[in-house]
């Protein structure tokens, strides 16, 4: 899988959009880049991934770079409870059974 | 939440003694995944499986082992607990867009 990077924090005002950069530079053409994030002590949630196209559905957006070695996930209107780990992976098509591999991510905090 | 149950949500066990977490899921998928999460590793792989009685390894499979007898149901076994397996494991599934969701999660402790 292509490794990615992402800054280790990031802070947000509530009622403001979040935008959790992830650079890939190693993406190859049919790896799809995912987004998901852990609310303390909870399992990893699912939010959003996307291949070339921007992606939006009801939690959040991706958009990706046109070169694809970057991309960038939009939560519109921050809340407290969007306190939590991103983690950005980047892996082969939706029908490869490999596991995710999940780096450090970006420790996002809302701020009231 | 995709139907995902994990049982025990908590165990404390001795060192030595075997222990088996189940993951249960309500929704049919082929898919299924066991991970361990620990301080300063996040979510590492141990097995995962992709059909019943058919299993595979992954990052981290030293000292545990998995069955799938029925599509429901993912069965994780420490043969014997060590207290380097002190951990929180994650079921998960994978859903047909490949993205995967998971249970709320095991903690376990080896004293």
């Given at each position: 899988d292509a490794k990615t990077t992402q800054p280790p924090s990031m802070d947000c005002a509530e009622g403001r959009a979040a935008n959790l950069p992830c650079n890939?530079?190693?993406?190859?053409?049919n790896e799809y880049v995912y987004w998901y994030r852990q609310i303390h002590s909870q399992g990893p949630q699912y939010i959003i991934h996307g291949l070339k196209n921007n992606e939006t559905n009801e939690m959040a957006s991706l958009i990706i770079t046109e070169d694809r070695k970057s991309s960038t996930l939009i939560l519109p209107h921050a809340t407290l409870r969007d306190t939590a780990v991103y983690y950005c992976i980047v892996r082969p098509p939706?029908?490869?059974?490999d596991g995710l591999t999940f780096g450090k991510g970006t420790h996002l905090i809302i701020q009231p | 939440d995709a139907g995902i149950t994990q049982s025990p949500r908590h165990k404390v066990t001795e060192t030595g003694t075997p222990v088996t977490l189940r993951c249960h899921q309500t929704?049919?998928?082929?898919y299924m995944y066991w991970y361990r999460q620990d301080p300063g590793h996040g979510l590492r792989l141990i097995h995962y499986s992709y059909g019943v009685k058919d299993t595979d390894k992954g990052?981290?499979?030293?000292?545990y082992s998995v069955s799938r007898s029925k599509t429901e149901d993912f069965l994780l076994t420490l043969e014997s607990a060590t207290s380097s397996q002190t951990s929180v494991y994650f079921c998960a599934i994978r859903a047909t867009g490949g993205e995967q969701y998971f249970g709320p999660g095991t903690r376990l402790t080896v004293t």
């Open positions: 890939h530079s190693t993406i190859s053409g939706p029908g490869s059974a | 929704e049919n998928h082929r990052e981290v499979s030293d000292g």
